[in-house]
């Protein structure tokens, strides 16, 4: 069911620049967005970045140690998100890096914020084309190395950004 809810054109361009890797300076390299967080407008008629809520590339290993363990962070206890996360993971012949997009729909979460997202989502995922990675997550628990790793490929992931995976840490959120 549609909500009639519009995507905002800055959304759109973050998608396009996080989805489109140019060859850069490395100061533009640094400005690039790991994880961008969405949120509804106030009057629930827009989906808009929510302000403050972004990892650039330059923080990394610089003023954010773990950046999954940061973006998890960031996202709120009691209320829905869409995210776009740039995943770094290794297989067992390669390193790569690919988009995820997230339904954030936490159990503290109103029920009516809840219906409204969850009604939203094709909306923002006809402007997300091409993300080969689309996740739900209704707690910290669905957002453990492990079970993203899962989602990537499972058993041919061998480490998610930069934390090997093994069976010991699916239980354990956060772990690494």
Not at 159 to 173: D, H
Request: hydrophobic share 35%; net charge positive.
């Amino acid at each position: 069911m549609a909500s009639g809810v519009q995507v905002a054109d800055e959304v759109c361009r973050i998608f396009y620049d996080m989805k489109v890797r140019k060859c850069s300076t490395p100061e533009e390299i640094k400005k690039r967005k790991k994880a961008v967080i969405f949120c509804l407008s106030a009057d629930k008629k827009c989906i808009t970045v929510e302000e403050g809520k972004e990892i650039l590339v330059g923080d990394v290993g610089v003023t954010i140690t773990d950046p999954f363990k940061h973006f998890v962070g960031m996202l709120p206890e009691k209320d829905c998100r869409y995210t776009l996360y740039d995943a770094s993971f290794e297989t067992k012949e390669s390193r790569k890096e690919e988009l995820m997009f997230f339904l954030w729909a936490p159990e503290l979460a109103p029920l009516k914020s809840k219906m409204i997202y969850a009604s939203s989502k094709d909306a923002i995922k006809k402007k997300f084309q091409g993300i080969k990675h689309e996740c739900q997550a209704n707690g910290p628990e669905d957002l453990n190395r492990a079970c993203i790793a899962e989602k990537l490929g499972g058993s041919l992931i061998v480490a998610f950004e930069g934390c090997p995976i093994s069976k010991a840490n699916i239980f354990r959120p956060g772990s690494c």
